[in-house]
């Protein structure tokens, strides 16, 4: 199955009441298990990866990963750019055959913000790529970014926020957290408050650390996305590390990355159904 048009990805997901996981990648075994994971749920979903991460995987090389990753696959899966740290990684990820992009510019004051993340979507809207904003902060560790704010999202500025920008999807932060050093502490009653005003879908950073109900309850509120990236993680590192510590002379990369990507695979499928359920 080809990489499949964002836009077609959110409407599949709303037509059949599907939460679509993002799952990080990095690398060829990372973006491969991930596919294999998804595609044996029988569940969508997508492969993303962030402008951090791109330092090791330049756009075209990650479009051309995820094509060969999807050659057998039979579910709709998008590959989206996330936390797009400036105006031209997000063209290049669009240049390459990205399917989703997400502007991260939520550091900056409002209206530089939205005029950010306008630029984006003029961009990605002429070749029918729909984008993902963020409005807040969310505490933790991005990858080797670490942010120790932690500013909700205002529901007094998201229906402007959203008619300003034209973006498709809204990142929010409820105490959602980024990694798995801090405890999150997600705010319901809030999330439900802006769903109520958003005209778009919500999308929820952190899904790691959160607890299933949580998110399964969350579903009822117009989420539409949520992202996990430190689980996939730990299942690939943790498969090298337990080889190591078993036989410190254990060096075989090729038999040990098959051996992640099944991990990574497992972990995926199992998260993507539970969200699901």
Known sequence: MKIVNGFDLMKYA???HYMLPAFNTTNLEMTYAIAKGLN???LPGYIQISSNNLRLSDPEAIVYLTKKALADNDVPIGLHLD???????????????????MIDASHLPFEENIEEVKRAVEYCHFYNVPVEAELGCLQGKEEDIVNEADAKTDPDMVADFVAQ????????????????DIEPKVDLPLLEQISKISPVPLVMH?????????IQKAREFNLLKVNYGSDLRKAFVSTFGRAYEANHNACSVIELSIE?????SEKAAELVTIINS
């Open 83 to 101: 936390h797009g740290k400036s105006y031209e990684d997000v063209k290049a990820c669009v240049n390459a055959g990205f399917t989703s992009i």
């Open 260 to 264: 992640a990507v099944e991990n990574v």
């Open 206 to 214: 952190g899904g790691s650390g959160i607890p299933f109900d949580i």
């Open 165 to 180: 920008t034209g973006c498709d999807l809204l990142a929010v932060a409820v105490g959602n957290v980024h990694g798995l």
């Open 14 to 16: 709303q037509d059949h």
């Open 40 to 42: 044996k749920a029988k």
